[in-house]
């Protein structure tokens, strides 16, 4: 296979993000062809023994295994490290399979774990459940207060784990705060930078470690596979990440790979005109309802922070109708956005977090990260503004607002 410019960091490292993300990672066969090819294999053949030998052996480049390297996949792992600023990346089967890893991979018994109150909630219950069981402490704080973070380090704290902004409250983290903080106490952060990607936001940039992703939402962009990738230093992903990786076997289908990569090209043009969807959609209806999340909006706690830390807001928020009953009427009246769970889709898609996403934690867990009974979250698509913002309107009004 022909290595091309898009494998080569001298040069893609010069490319501007534009760039990057529709060349960064291109690896050409023989047959040169423009679009990216699908590698569907899980094995690859030897032209003699020495060589099999010699790769296994580390000693010479080359496939082995699928569930190891694989050419599709690897582009699209060039890609994402190349768009994030960061020296490596894996791609993972799901973004929890990515935050698993990232998290398992450094992990023992005995250490800390600092995570964000408001996350995801299977985010969270890798923190209430999973590490736990296996001897690793957790505490989980309120993300937005910078002296919670400091107060929280204990002696064995080994990670800070949270998203920004987060799923589904819209809590903004300050990254150059608690990343800083991390760094000048030897702690490694780890942001799950899903509801953002790297072209609104560069957690790296500011002083984290390992940034972790559903490539499932922005970054395929249309509802069609799940994916994840863990990105950080050279380091990191060869020392820890890799030998976890290899051995427990999280590992993306080169299909689904192959379709991410593709995605990441539009990333940014849909990343950026979502998030203008989204400032609009809000400001639209933010005098009907009773509470509103959103960091695009003045309104929002963390306003300033978000628009400074971050290119452009997103395509996600959240507002609060009083009860579960109104959410229900609310999304039952819709005629063009769609009842759907999923985020970062072209579609714009609206949920009830407390029946959905975050059915699975205990009332008084969701009651503490804010996931009330009457919040819906919405993601804001591509479609016209105005047919958004008039079927918004119309449901609103059946739901008696
Ligand atoms: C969706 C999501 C995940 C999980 O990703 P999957 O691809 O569904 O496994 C993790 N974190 C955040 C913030 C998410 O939105």
Same mark, same amino acid.
């Given at each position: 296979m022909k290595k091309t410019t898009g494998m080569d960091r001298a040069i893609t490292k010069r490319w501007r993000p534009a760039t990057q993300a529709v060349r960064g990672g291109t690896w050409r066969s023989e047959h040169g062809e423009t679009s990216e090819a699908l590698f569907l294999s899980s094995g690859y053949t030897y032209d003699d023994a020495q060589t099999v030998a010699d790769r296994f052996a580390g %000693?010479?480049?080359?496939?082995t295994y699928s569930r190891l390297q694989n050419p599709t996949v690897a582009m699209l792992e060039e890609r994402i490290a190349l768009m994030e600023g960061a020296e490596a990346c894996r791609a993972q089967a799901s973004g929890m399979a990515a935050m698993t890893a990232a998290l398992l991979c450094q992990l023992s018994a005995g250490d800390h774990v600092v995570g964000a109150r408001a996350a995801f909630g299977s985010c969270r219950w890798l923190l209430d459940h999973l590490l736990p069981r296996f001897g690793i402490e957790t505490s989980v704080i309120d993300s937005t207060d910078n002296a919670a973070w400091e107060a929280a380090i204990r002696p064995n704290t080994k990670v800070f784990f949270f998203e =920004?902004? @987060?799923?589904? =409250?819209?809590?903004?983290?300050?990254l150059e705060c608690v990343c800083g903080l991390a760094r000048s106490k030897g702690i490694t952060t780890v942001v799950d930078n899903a509801f953002a990607t790297s072209a609104l &936001?560069?957690?790296?940039? +500011?002083? $984290?470690?390992?940034? $972790?992703?559903? $490539? =499932?939402? #922005?970054?395929?962009? &249309?509802g069609r596979v799940l994916a994840g990738a863990v990105c950080g230093s050279q380091q990191f992903i060869d020392e820890l990440l890799l030998p976890f990786q290899r051995n427990t076997g999280p590992n993306i289908s080169p299909f689904n790979a192959w379709v991410v990569l593709k995605g990441l090209e539009t990333l940014?043009?849909? $990343? #950026?005109? &979502?998030? %203008?969807? @989204?400032? @609009?959609l809000g400001k639209a209806i933010e005098d009907r309802v009773p509470r509103m999340l959103h960091p695009g909006l003045a309104s929002h706690p963390r306003h300033q922070m978000a628009v400074t830390q971050m290119v452009a807001t997103g395509p996600i +928020? @959240? +507002?609060?109708?009083?009860t579960r009953e109104k959410a229900f009427a609310l999304l039952d009246a819709l005629e063009l956005i769609d009842i759907s769970n999923n985020i970062g889709d072209a579609r714009s898609l609206m949920c009830h977090p407390a029946s959905t996403t975050h059915a699975g934690m205990t009332a008084d867990a969701r009651e503490e990260m804010g996931v009330t009974e009457g919040l819906l979250r919405i993601n804001v698509g591509l479609e016209d503004i105005e047919d958004l913002v008039d079927d918004m309107g119309q449901a609103l009004e059946k739901a008696g607002f």
């Open positions: %000693e010479a480049d080359g496939m =920004t902004p @987060a799923n589904p =409250t819209l809590d903004v983290v300050d &936001q560069r957690p790296l940039d +500011f002083g $984290a470690d390992v940034v $972790a992703y559903s $490539a =499932t939402k #922005l970054m395929d962009g &249309q940014s043009l849909r $990343a #950026l005109r &979502q998030s %203008e969807n @989204a400032v @609009a +928020f @959240a +507002f609060d109708v009083g």
